[in-house]
């Protein structure tokens, strides 16, 4: 009986380690697919449409949006969640303060790519909010900053019961994935809508750029890769997360 304990043991060991290891795998590919992403607008952003500028140049300042966006509420915001799989081997509390700074960095970011985007619109007399990328973008962003903040308050700082966090983790996780899912919605919804603003006369300036469908067909399989990969490491994966409570 022992001896089949033992051997139980073992082989429980041993498939925990493999699970470990497949998931280590995939996260790190995860990472660079994400890395690459960011790499791959803020280059765009560079080469092909003039830079970064901030309120003397409003055309240019519109760029800091997508590439805040999607290093912030794209990239850092899924890391933020992933930190509790990816980190399985870190104490509780490090863990929780990692989540909260890395949510904290993501909504940062949206708020300055927010400023960035309605400075290019009021600097030119452009309509705020006449779209349906600009809605659900700001729906996302409160949603967003009411899930920062109940989770903060609720998990962290001051936090609440051990019973109370036990009975609203559910919805915190699931609103979290959801509020993501939002995110990547408004990332499709604005790249469209960015290729019909350059389809005009202008958009021959940038002949070496290619054909803007092309372009905007990249990145949106770029995304939607890296968020299909970030959605099964949160719910599909069989490796277990750290408990959040």
Request: aromatic fraction near 16%.
């Amino acid at each position: 009986m022992t001896n089949n304990f033992l051997y139980f043991r073992i082989m429980e060991a041993r498939t925990e380690h493999q699970i470990v290891r497949h998931y280590q795998a995939f996260y790190s590919f995860t990472v660079s697919m994400g890395i690459g992403l960011v790499a791959l607008v803020l280059f765009w952003i560079l080469y092909y449409r003039g830079g970064f500028a901030w309120q003397s140049n409003p055309n240019q300042e519109f760029y800091w949006h997508p590439f805040l966006m999607i290093l912030g509420l794209v990239f850092i915001y899924s890391q933020s969640m992933l930190c509790y799989r990816s980190l399985r081997n870190v104490q509780k509390k490090t863990l929780k303060i990692i989540h909260a700074t890395l949510h904290f960095l993501a909504f940062g970011m949206s708020v300055i790519g927010l400023k960035a985007v309605f400075d290019s619109h009021n600097l030119k007399n452009t309509p705020n909010l006449y779209s349906l990328h600009s809605w659900i973008g700001l729906v996302t962003v409160i949603i967003f900053a009411a899930q920062f903040l109940g989770g903060f308050t609720s998990f962290l700082y001051p936090g609440l019961s051990s019973a109370f966090r036990k009975a609203i983790l559910p919805v915190h996780t699931s609103f979290g994935i959801g509020c993501f899912t939002l995110v990547i919605v408004t990332a499709m919804t604005g790249l469209t809508e960015k290729v019909l603003w350059t389809l005009t006369d202008s958009y021959s300036k940038y002949p070496s750029e290619g054909d803007s469908s092309e372009m905007e067909s990249l990145y949106k399989n770029e995304i939607i890769q890296y968020f299909t990969k970030a959605l099964y490491e949160l719910v599909g994966d069989r490796i277990e997360k750290k408990d959040w409570k």
